[in-house]
């Protein structure tokens, strides 16, 4: 059996992560990106449109994700995120919008039936969702934060799928991709409390309580959602990489704080 995710590195050092279920379709271009082989300080590949950075060196870093992965930059849909729970549905006049139009703000999620154009959510330590419906051709990039995720925004892309396209989410693939796990999400007992307010005592089986500390799985707790919404636990890949154990390799907020670049979750119909 192969491995849920792929690592694939260029000549040129940038690596990123597909999830095989999805590249197995033949239907999709999809890459979470990794800090490896960009221009930014240090050859880190920032793609924060929203950082620090020298914007020019993030877009130099856009056009080399996009080079390695298949992606076009000039198709791409950038969301302006604000850890909420709106996904929006996107066409060809939203082509380009963040990178060379102003972006989409207020926006967590993403979903298109359009082939080629790339949706593109960012993260660093967050939780990138990709979902793809193979039968309606549907696809959709969802940020789900601790907030988003207590906002059940994996459920609601679900939703907005049916609503939207017609999707049945028996067919629908979810790939979670690298995130803050459950060895580093540490809290305190406002956001345990707000995770057991909306998930009941159900997630307290994915909750370690250390002294006044809490350690949420938040991976299992989207697959949970996932699986309530419809989705089949056997379409769901997860990379169960931790953003902060594997900081060489990715952006992590907790580990670098405000300095931390971000990382990218795109998709695109071929
Ligand atoms: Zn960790």
């Given at each position: 059996?192969?491995?849920?995710?792929?690592?694939?590195?260029?000549?040129?050092?940038?690596?990123?992560?597909?999830?095989?279920?999805?590249?197995?379709?033949?239907?999709?271009?999809?890459?979470?990106?990794?800090?490896?082989?960009?221009?930014?300080?240090?050859?880190?590949?920032?793609?924060?449109?929203?950082?620090?950075?020298?914007?020019?060196?993030?877009?130099?870093?856009?056009?080399?994700?996009?080079?390695?992965?298949?992606?076009?930059?000039?198709?791409?849909?950038?969301?302006?995120?604000?850890?909420?729970?709106?996904?929006?549905?996107?066409?060809?006049?939203?082509?380009?919008?963040?990178?060379?139009?102003?972006?989409?703000?207020?926006v967590?999620?993403?979903?298109?039936?359009?082939?080629?154009?790339?949706?593109?959510?960012?993260?660093?330590?967050?939780?990138?969702?990709?979902?793809?419906?193979?039968?309606?051709?549907?696809?959709?990039?969802?940020?789900?934060?601790?907030?988003?995720?207590?906002?059940?925004?994996?459920?609601?892309?679900?939703?907005?799928?049916?609503?939207?396209?017609?999707?049945?989410?028996?067919?629908?693939?979810?790939?979670?991709?690298?995130?803050?796990?459950?060895?580093?999400?540490?809290?305190?007992?406002?956001?345990r409390?707000?995770?057991?307010?909306?998930?009941?005592?159900?997630?307290?089986?994915?909750?370690?309580?250390?002294?006044a500390?809490?350690?949420?799985?938040?991976?299992?707790?989207?697959?949970?959602?996932?699986?309530?919404?419809?989705?089949?636990?056997?379409?769901?890949?997860?990379?169960?990489?931790?953003?902060v154990c594997?900081?060489?390799?990715?952006?992590?907020?907790?580990?670098?704080?405000?300095?931390?670049?971000r990382?990218?979750?795109?998709?695109?119909?071929?």
């Amino acid at each position: 059996m192969r491995a849920p995710f792929e690592r694939i590195e260029t000549k040129e050092g940038l690596a990123y992560y597909q999830a095989t279920a999805f590249t197995q379709t033949g239907l999709v271009r999809h890459a979470f990106s990794t800090r490896l082989g960009g221009a930014s300080q240090g050859g880190q590949l920032n793609l924060g449109r929203n950082t620090p950075d020298d914007q020019a060196q993030v877009l130099e870093n856009y056009r080399r994700f996009c080079h390695a992965t298949g992606l076009c930059s000039h198709r791409m849909v950038l969301s302006q995120q604000v850890h909420g729970d709106h996904i929006a549905a996107v066409g060809e006049a939203d082509a380009g919008r963040g990178l060379y139009a102003p972006g989409l703000s207020g926006v967590d999620g993403l979903m298109t039936d359009v082939p080629g154009l790339a949706l593109a959510t960012f993260y660093a330590d967050c939780t990138p969702l990709l979902l793809l419906d193979p039968v309606r051709r549907v696809v959709a990039s969802v940020h789900s934060g601790w907030r988003g995720t207590v906002q059940r925004i994996g459920a609601k892309a679900v939703a907005a799928m049916q609503a939207q396209y017609g999707c049945d989410p028996a067919d629908i693939l979810v790939a979670i991709g690298p995130a803050i796990g459950p060895c580093h999400f540490e809290v305190d007992a406002d956001v345990r409390d707000l995770f057991v307010a909306t998930f009941g005592d159900a997630c307290l089986s994915h909750i370690v309580t250390k002294g006044a500390k809490f350690y949420i799985d938040t991976h299992a707790i989207n697959v949970t959602e996932l699986c309530r919404a419809g989705i089949d636990r056997a379409h769901i890949s997860i990379s169960g990489l931790c953003t902060v154990c594997h900081v060489e390799e990715f952006f992590s907020y907790r580990a670098e704080g405000a300095k931390a670049g971000r990382l990218c979750a795109a998709i695109a119909l071929q």
